[in-house]
């Protein structure tokens, strides 16, 4: 099972990115998928949650309003819009599968992708 995760980059505060996560090996369709992300040498915070219906979100209160996930299970796919981008959103994201609980934290999720960096700058 592999979850890869794409679409960091370099952006200047106030623009936009959109990541993706596609899953391999198996489906996700019923399953829990997040989005954290972290600094070095620091905890991995959550970011956003969506469950298997995809109706079902959560949002860390400093994302709500900017950030949106969303999922095309046929695809095996979760993304993370992100809009209205600040510095201290700058971090390595990682997207997530598997969490018996919403929105979970980062012990809570038996996948994890490899991480993109997303880098803000004012």
Same mark, same amino acid.
């Given at each position: 099972?592999?979850?890869?995760?794409?679409? %960091?980059?370099?952006?200047?505060?106030? %623009?936009?990115?959109?990541?993706?996560?596609?899953?391999?090996?198996?489906?996700?369709?019923?399953?829990?998928?997040?989005?954290?992300?972290?600094?070095?040498?620091? *905890?991995?915070?959550?970011?956003?949650?969506?469950?298997?219906? %995809?109706?079902?979100?959560?949002?860390?209160?400093?994302?709500?309003?900017?950030?949106?996930?969303?999922?095309?299970?046929?695809?095996?796919?979760?993304?993370?819009?992100?809009?209205?981008?600040?510095? *201290?959103?700058?971090?390595?994201?990682?997207?997530?599968?598997?969490?018996?609980?919403?929105?979970?934290?980062?012990?809570?999720?038996?996948?994890?992708?490899?991480?993109?960096?997303?880098?803000?700058?004012?």
């Amino acid at each position: 099972v592999q979850l890869q995760a794409s679409g %960091g980059g370099l952006v200047q505060a106030g %623009g936009s990115l959109r990541l993706s996560c596609a899953a391999f090996g198996r489906t996700f369709r019923g399953s829990v998928m997040g989005w954290f992300r972290q600094l070095p040498g620091k *905890e991995r915070d959550f970011v956003a949650v969506i469950g298997w219906n %995809g109706t079902t979100t959560y949002y860390a209160d400093s994302v709500k309003g900017r950030f949106t996930i969303s999922r095309d299970s046929a695809k095996n796919t979760v993304y993370l819009q992100m809009n209205t981008l600040k510095p *201290e959103d700058t971090a390595v994201y990682y997207c997530a599968a598997d969490s018996l609980v919403m929105p979970g934290t980062s012990r809570t999720y038996k996948y994890w992708g490899q991480g993109t960096q997303v880098t803000v700058s004012s």
